[in-house]
Structures are given as structure tokens and as C-alpha cells.
């Protein structure tokens, strides 16, 4: 078969214009792609959502670890709790089902050494303890309002209290002090 060389020239060409045709094409369907890539990711972040629902929140560190949650106890009263990189809890805070509210703050070794307090019926009291648990100090505000401090030494007995506690008659019942007496010093 003898192909004329204007026929093969004319063939070259029509291949050549679809090569460069399909180029074309390519070229401009990596430039759509390229441009629709670029304006997503140029996009501005989405303003963060004003409120988030949940029942328990977990903060962990960049190991995975667990330092911090905020959660509902199952008796529904809110609870939160800070812990060291060891995992002891250092911190919490919860609300009482009863209305009352706590916060304890807990030594390296997890023994709480701070807790106040406030109860329903007014209280309120806070307390100072030594690592050994016995020793520390306190006050306390009760519902009729009349302060309470109390010093207790290392081994846990009363060094200093005001007002002083009532002594104990001989059936283990606290004494009421007779007005007529002055107190001992």
C-alpha cells in the first residue's frame, strides 16, 4: 500500500492537533483542580460553636494521658477533677445532690490537705490538715453564724480552740458553763 506523502503529512498534522487538543484539555483540568484546591483550604476556619453538649468532658495530655474531666456524678451532680502527670487527682470540685458544695486540694501523694465546704443549712468550713491527716487547722461558720477555729497538733488533739469547747460531765454529754463561774486560764 502506497500512502501518498501529502496523505501522511495531513495525518501527522490530525494526530499532532489531537495530541495537542488532549494536552490542552489536561492542562486545563489540573488548572480547575489546582484552583478549586486552593480556595478551600483558603477558606477562614469556621467560627467555633457557641454551645457544646455533652455529659462528661475528657482533657488529656499530648501521651493520651487523662488529666482533667468535667462530668455528671450518677446521682446528676456536676463534678470536676484536676489530676498531676502522675494521675493523682490534685483538685476537685463538685456540687452535692444534697445542695451543698466541696473543693479539695490533694498533696502528691492524692491525701487531701484543703477541703471547703459549704452545706444546705448555711455551714460553711475550711480545714487545713498535715500530710499525716492528724494535725491542722480549721474554722467553721455555722447556720446561726457564730465563727468556730480550732487548732489540732500533730497527733490530732485540741491545742487551741475558740469559742472552747464544752467539757464532757460524767455521763459523756457536753456541760453547759455555769455564768456564775470565771473561766480558768
Known amino acids: ?11 501527522c498534522k490530525n494526530v499532532n492537533r489531537r495530541v495537542a487538543l488532549a494536552a490542552a484539555g489536561l492542562l486545563a483540568v489540573l488548572l480547575v483542580a489546582d484552583v478549586s484546591v486552593r480556595r478551600v ?11 457544646v453538649m455533652a455529659q462528661e468532658f475528657r482533657l488529656v495530655d499530648a501521651a493520651g494521658e487523662e488529666r ?18 502522675a494521675k493523682n487527682r490534685r483538685i476537685t470540685v463538685r456540687v452535692r445532690p444534697d445542695g451543698g458544695a466541696v473543693m479539695a486540694v490533694n498533696d502528691s501523694d492524692g491525701k487531701n490537705r484543703i477541703a471547703l465546704d459549704t452545706q444546705p443549712d ?19 461558720t455555722p447556720p446561726d453564724g457564730s ?21 464532757p460531765d460524767e455521763n459523756g454529754a457536753a456541760a453547759k458553763p455555769d455564768p456564775t463561774k470565771k473561766p480558768q486560764k
Open 122 to 140: 448555711g455551714s460553711a468550713s475550711v480545714t487545713i490538715t498535715s500530710k499525716k491527716g492528724k494535725g491542722g487547722a480549721g474554722m467553721l
Open 41 to 51: 483550604h483558603a477558606a477562614p476556619d469556621p467560627a467555633p460553636a457557641k454551645l
Open 1 to 11: 500500500m502506497n500512502i501518498s506523502t501529502d496523505a501522511a503529512t495531513t495525518a
Open 147 to 167: 465563727p468556730v477555729v480550732m487548732v489540732r497538733d500533730k497527733a490530732g488533739t485540741v491545742a487551741f480552740a475558740e469559742p472552747q469547747p464544752e467539757a
Open 68 to 85: 482533667a474531666t468535667l462530668a455528671l456524678q450518677p446521682d446528676g451532680s456536676p463534678y470536676l477533677s484536676l489530676s498531676d502527670k
